[in-house]
């Protein structure tokens, strides 16, 4: 049987003749420190099989990338918590404030207390002191509306219509079902740092955050920010448009231009309300701020506000900043190598766009599906092994290699040789190799 090594952060060698867990390359009084890893440069489970050639580094909660998973963990286990309190209550995460998370309690009858928020820390320290672990399993899609309803899931019952996919994934953990869209610890023990606060109508979630070296960040709030998400939030709702399934279902029943037109109307009235608020207080005001990320939208939204402005008489300067950070031979510069650039991506463009100008494929659909489900399973490799010198086993399902692979505990490796056309994925045994050959049909 072909050794394998896995070189770990130390740069040692380790040599093994079968699949091991990456949690099982950890010192055991030491795993707690670590979330996840890289392995081949791709972030895993600590609960991933490694049963390959791989290049091993672990992630703590330093790394931006272990502090998500953190932070997945966290928010199911406040989830799990309240529904052990009651099965009743409806949870929305709705936005972050001042690096932490904020949850609401959708329910009428239900508010956040002190009380609540007290019982809700006792359960969370329960379960992470009991050290549940983490299991991800998928499941058909008629199975995950059983376990939507009896979890009181309800709003992701309607979302399985929408799904392409004929799976759920779902982690479970002490008989409880959720899915927090990402990676997750290993277990619920390694969630052990964390504050609760009560904030306005529900409370924030702190953790700690990478950039803090682990520790948490103290909270800022910031009450304008804050209100303008609530009336959003709020506006949302009004119009049934407060989550995925809804705005769906709002284009299916109406057209897509209207829900475009109903955005509009209501940023509409919202440059109205400002332009009455700034000409109230016009006497006191000498300078509007707008900020926000590159291609957000604020040039034109300064040039609007520009005209609600000026529909009250009020004369505005617009000044850009843009114009200010650099002299002109600096801006000549940048001009160049941005076309140079621009120039080089367009023609990359061009050509992917030249051999993906049709829909895809049965092909495509099936390769994306099968990556896609059985992700943990598949190995992609950059070489394919000499076929003359082995026996060919040659497969007609794909389902054939997995229980190849289930009675050979070996993985199953994955080329594409031809881009949209023929991909290979197979598992070597000695001297055989089990092959199933998948093959764009279309174009043979």
């Known amino acids: 049987m072909k050794t394998r090594f896995v070189v770990v952060s130390e740069d040692k060698e380790l040599y093994f003749d079968q699949k091991i867990k990456l949690l099982n390359l950890i010192p055991e009084n030491d795993r707690k420190n670590y979330l996840c890893a890289k392995v081949n440069n791709r972030i895993r489970e600590l609960t991933y099989d490694v049963h390959y050639d791989a290049k091993v580094d672990f992630l703590s909660i330093n790394d931006e990338e272990a502090m998500f998973i953190y932070e997945n963990s966290l928010r199911y286990i406040i989830a799990m918590a309240l529904y052990q309190i009651n099965p009743n209550i409806q949870l929305k995460y709705s936005y972050y404030e001042s690096r932490s998370i904020y949850g609401l309690i959708l329910n009428d009858d239900i508010k956040m207390d002190q009380t609540l928020l007290d019982k809700l820390k006792d359960k969370i320290n329960e379960i992470v002191k009991n050290d549940y672990p983490f299991v991800r399993k998928?499941?058909?899609?008629?199975?995950?509306?059983?376990?939507?309803?009896?979890?009181?899931?309800?709003d992701k019952i309607d979302l399985l219509k929408y799904r392409p996919e004929k799976t759920v994934h779902f982690y479970t953990c002490n008989g409880y079902y959720n899915y927090m869209y990402g990676y997750m610890a290993p277990s619920t023990g390694y969630i052990n740092k964390y504050k609760l606060e009560l904030y306005q109508d529900g409370f924030i979630i702190q953790y700690p955050r990478s950039e803090c070296n682990g520790e948490i960040p103290p909270f800022e709030p910031s009450p304008k920010f804050g209100?303008?998400?609530?009336?959003?939030?709020?506006w949302a709702r009004m119009?049934?448009?407060?989550?995925?399934t809804k705005i769906n279902h709002h284009?299916?029943?109406?057209?897509?231009?209207?829900?475009?037109?109903?955005?509009?109307?209501?940023?509409?009235?919202?440059?109205?309300?400002l332009g009455r608020i700034l000409k109230s207080k016009i006497d006191t005001i000498r300078l509007i701020c707008i900020a926000g990320p590159s291609s957000s939208g604020k040039t034109t939204f300064s040039n609007r506000l520009r005209s609600?402005?000026?529909?009250?008489?009020?004369?505005?300067?617009?000044?850009?900043?843009?114009?200010?950070?650099?002299?002109?031979i600096k801006y000549l510069i940048i001009g160049i190598i941005s076309l140079i650039v621009s120039l080089y991506l367009f023609i990359k463009i061009v050509k992917r766009l030249s051999r993906l100008s049709i829909s895809p494929t049965d092909y495509d659909k099936t390769l994306k599906k099968i990556l896609n489900q059985y992700d943990r399973l598949i190995v992609t490799t950059s070489s394919m092994p000499n076929l003359e010198k082995n026996n060919i086993i040659k497969l007609k399902e794909f389902v054939e290699l997995l229980d190849a692979k289930d009675n050979l505990h070996k993985p199953i490796f994955f080329i594409e040789v031809t881009p949209h056309q023929k991909a290979y994925f197979f598992i070597q045994d000695d001297d055989k190799i089990i092959l199933f050959t998948l093959k764009n049909i279309d174009n043979k």
């Open 239 to 244: 119009v049934q448009t407060d989550t995925v």
């Open 227 to 234: 209100k303008t998400l609530d009336d959003s939030y709020a």
């Open 138 to 154: 998928i499941v058909p899609n008629d199975e995950a509306e059983i376990i939507y309803r009896q979890f009181n899931m309800l």
């Open 251 to 273: 284009i299916e029943t109406s057209k897509d231009v209207d829900f475009i037109n109903l955005c509009e109307a209501h940023h509409n009235n919202m440059l109205s309300d």
């Open 308 to 328: 609600e402005l000026l529909s009250y008489g009020i004369q505005p300067i617009r000044i850009s900043l843009d114009d200010y950070y650099l002299e002109d």
